[in-house]
């Protein structure tokens, strides 16, 4: 969703509301830096506390975000648009961080690198790469500006539920795992 999110708040920032792009690009790096930052922490964390936690308060951060983070940067004020890009940035990096190593814990070694890199890209091209276009459609067919947030929401909920069914890993050893010292 933050894929999504990112992607398509770019269009909607210039198109829809009318913001300058260099506007709406100074914004978005800012975001960008602050979400990279973040994962590494939050991917120190995930280590400690496990994966899931994080996940699961990442979907529900999201989901409560979606509507407000709209509502921000559909006034067109760059402190608005920065503030709301800083927070869903920091709450999306929270799972990002997590499932890099959830993701990889789900497969065995010998198959790992092309069952991550499948499940991985054709979830981000088939979920990500519509996601915009879903989106923009959404407020050409309702005339609603703020239609993507349904959209938003639907995602964010069946993420939930995918979180809730993932089997923690944090402190499994796999295969190939237990001649690494530590």
């Known amino acids: ?9 770019s269009s909607y920032l210039e198109d829809v509301i009318g913001v300058p792009a260099r506007v709406v690009s100074l ?5 960008y830096i602050v979400e990279a930052i973040s994962i590494l922490l939050f991917a120190m964390l995930a280590d400690k506390v496990g994966r899931k936690p994080l996940m699961v308060a990442t979907a529900v951060g999201l989901l409560v975000l979606v509507y407000p983070y709209f509502l921000l940067i559909s006034t067109g004020q ?4 920065l503030l709301a890009q800083i927070i869903y940035s920091v709450v999306g990096s929270m ?3 997590a ?4 993701l990889t814990e789900l497969f065995p070694t010998k198959v790992r690198y ?6 991985y890209h054709v979830g981000v091209a088939v979920f990500g790469g519509t996601t915009p276009f879903i989106a923009s459609y959404l407020i050409y067919a309702t005339g609603y500006k703020l239609a993507p947030v349904y959209w ?10 995918a979180y809730l069914l993932y089997k923690e890993t944090k402190g499994t050893v796999f295969e190939g795992q237990e001649t690494i010292k530590r």
């Open 1 to 9: 969703m933050t894929y999504a999110t990112s992607v398509f708040a």
């Open 27 to 31: 914004a978005l790096t800012i975001g």
């Open 78 to 81: 760059f402190s608005l648009i």
């Open 95 to 97: 799972s990002t961080g």
């Open 99 to 102: 499932y890099a190593a959830a």
């Open 114 to 119: 092309t069952a991550l890199s499948f499940d």
């Open 152 to 161: 938003g929401i639907a995602g964010m909920i069946a993420t939930l539920i």
